[in-house]
């Protein structure tokens, strides 16, 4: 940072540089983001900025008249977070200029996740941007940095595999539903079991649009405890096999030691069911669900190996596309510098 | 016949080509692990489909009749039939790989009739007597068979979407097909349309029949009653719930090369073969 002149920069710790104990140090929670931005508005030199502030990282990317105006704002940051700066500078990443773009790109994009390929960053990148437009803080290098990276991110993430296919269990319990029903609006659920694991998956479902959801445990207090979030009805746990023919997809997590349903239970629901075929999603340890009855036809059966190893497939194909993608956001960081640079130094072409 | 320097064939191979492009590109997007564009997909089998289209028309034109007249037209009528259909389908309901399943049948159907220079023997011109209603009929008759074809390619898709579930394996060709349900429904309506179809072709030749019980061969009635029989049994087992999932398409598939095996026992049951036309339908 020593060359003199204008900078664009970015300065910050993420889950790549900093352990969970320091980043919980440094996470803007409550009324820290207010107070960092106070203290960056009245940095003088700092012309614009922006603060993006997730669970795995806090960035503040700016444009500062002089490489020193960093320096002051790094001491304004440890500061506010009452952290030794030798303690930050060993833990911080600090880019600048075409770095910084390609830096932002990458984690707009999903690449720089821990989670590779989530597509929730992208939305608190949108916030970031948005919240410091409001606040008059981005200026002509920013915004369109921020613009064109939204632009690239939806690209790579509608033209690569960076995004496919899900990472978690009960997303990729969600994801084989929609493979055998295609919608779940008119999907039933029973969720057998009010633990935790049973509940997650539950609410997962009802996220994706589940029109009904019905929950049975051998404590029925509890199944009406979690019915209730879900505004679900709730099953004594010795009715559960005459519901069984009425619900498409059946969640099991009970801390039952032996299979609580039976390929004897699953092949009489299917007969009276018809067409629409039965998804088992098997949950528990030891397994809820006689393995036999994925020999029922248009009975499908996972289990929790099955749906971790699914999983896991997933984030394969998402690293191995990575070199990909960061050979694409390569070219896009590349062209949007050389767009962006002159406006660090004043200059506004008009496109 | 030629249009614009091309004969009636050349025509036809021009669709090949096309539904051939069609195959190809759906299976290195398959190869890539690459959602294959819909859009370019159905732009190249819609291209495929005007070239058979013209192909057919310039056939019609110089048999004076619909062109299904010997094996050879047989099969590309079948094959435009299925892809007339897929472009409904196709553009209504969005099912993913069914263009590609569409264009590997076709592709299939036009260039094994293209390649058997032997089932393109001339036929008399005005085979079907000059009579409209017999020539609607036949004409129905294979635009069932053309229904049937998609109702195989569904089928087919379900039988593949089932085994993925079952077997675990999610990735490759098996990402990119559509639900069971949705796959169900569509079937479901294909039978229902096949079966209506063929139930009006035989309603309208049973009535040429009846006013001249000799002018059909045995055989020909025999067969064509089992095959809209057994299609007419399969829906409604299937309306009543007693055929489903993968009993149902098994059974569909079954049905198809059945009805697409009887085509030859059925044109070879026609009138004995009279002298050529003089104009000409040579293989290029």
Avoid at chain 1, 166 to 182: E, N, P, R, T, Y
Avoid at chain 1, 318 to 342: F, G, H, S
Avoid at chain 2, 9 to 28: E, F, K, N, P, S
Wanted: charged fraction near 15%; hydrophobic fraction near 50%.
């Amino acid at each position: 940072m020593s060359a003199p002149g204008p900078i664009l920069f970015l300065l910050g710790a993420t889950h790549h540089t900093a352990p969970l104990e320091l980043r919980e140090k440094l996470a803007l929670a409550g009324d820290k983001l207010e107070a960092l931005r106070r203290e960056l508005r009245a940095l003088p030199d700092l012309r614009e900025f922006t603060v993006l502030n997730t669970c795995n990282r806090v960035e503040i990317y700016g444009v500062a008249a002089q490489p020193e105006v960093v320096a002051r704002l790094q001491s304004a940051f440890c500061a506010l977070h009452q952290m030794d700066p030798a303690l930050f500078e060993r833990i911080r990443l600090l880019l600048r200029d075409g770095q910084a773009v390609q830096h932002l790109l990458e984690v707009a994009a999903g690449v720089d996740s821990q989670m590779v390929g989530e597509a929730e960053i992208l939305g608190q990148v949108k916030d970031a941007y948005v919240a410091a437009q409001a606040q008059g803080t981005t200026g002509p290098v920013l915004n369109r940095m921020f613009q064109k990276t939204f632009q690239a991110a939806k690209h790579v993430r509608t033209h690569t595999a960076i995004g496919e296919g899900q990472i978690s269990v009960a997303s990729v319990a969600v994801d084989l539903a929609l493979k055998i029903f295609g919608q779940l609006e008119r999907c039933r659920v029973l969720v057998l079991g009010a633990g935790e694991i049973g509940g997650k998956t539950a609410r997962a479902f009802k996220s994706r649009g589940v029109g009904q959801i019905s929950v049975s445990s051998r404590r029925f207090e509890q199944a009406e405890e979690l019915a209730r979030e879900f505004g679900a009805r709730a099953i004594p746990f010795d009715q559960m096999g005459e519901a069984l023919p009425e619900v498409d997809i059946a969640v099991c997590s009970t801390a039952a030691p032996e299979a609580v349903v039976t390929h004897g239970m699953a092949a009489a629901a299917m007969r009276r069911r018809a067409i629409r075929p039965l998804f088992f999603i098997d949950l528990a340890m030891p397994r809820n669900i006689d393995p036999g009855v994925a020999t029922l036809s248009n009975v499908f059966l996972y289990n929790l190996d099955d749906l971790a190893r699914i999983a896991d497939e997933n984030l394969a194909l998402r690293q191995a596309e990575t070199l990909r993608v960061r050979a694409l956001l390569t070219e896009k960081a590349d062209a949007l510098w050389r767009q962006v640079a002159p406006r660090i130094n004043g200059d506004f072409p008009e496109s | 016949m030629i249009f614009l320097g091309f004969t009636d064939r050349a025509w036809m191979w021009l669709a090949a080509i096309c539904y051939l492009a069609g195959l190809v590109l759906g299976t290195v997007a398959l190869l890539r692990d690459r959602r294959q564009s819909r859009l370019a997909m159905y732009a190249i089998v819609a291209l495929g489909f005007v070239f058979q289209t013209l192909g057919l028309y310039l056939r019609g034109r110089a048999s004076h009749s619909c062109p299904i007249g010997n094996t050879f037209e047989i099969f590309q009528f079948t094959a435009w039939s299925a892809i007339s259909l897929f472009l409904v389908v196709g553009a209504t309901f969005r099912l993913s790989l069914l263009g590609y399943f569409t264009s590997c049948l076709s592709a299939v159907l036009t260039l094994v009739s293209l390649a058997t220079v032997s089932w393109d023997a001339p036929h008399r011109a005005g085979l079907f007597g000059g009579n409209a209603w017999i020539e609607f009929h036949a004409a129905l008759a294979l635009f069932s068979y053309g229904v049937f074809a998609l109702l195989a390619l569904t089928s087919s898709m379900y039988l593949l979407q089932t085994y993925s579930l079952k077997s675990k394996h999610l990735h490759g060709l098996f990402s990119f097909l559509p639900s069971i349900l949705e796959l169900d429904l569509i079937s479901v309506r294909l039978l229902v349309v096949g079966v209506v179809l063929m139930t009006w072709s035989l309603g309208v030749g049973s009535v040429h029949w009846l006013e001249d019980l000799a002018s059909v061969d045995l055989a020909k009635l025999l067969i064509t009653s089992a095959v809209w029989l057994a299609y007419a049994v399969v829906l409604f087992l299937r309306l009543r719930s007693r055929l489903v999932s993968q009993r149902l398409a098994w059974t569909c598939l079954v049905l198809f090369a059945a009805a697409l095996l009887s085509l030859g026992p059925i044109n070879a049951s026609r009138h004995p073969m009279k002298p050529a036309a003089p104009h000409s339908m040579a293989p290029i």
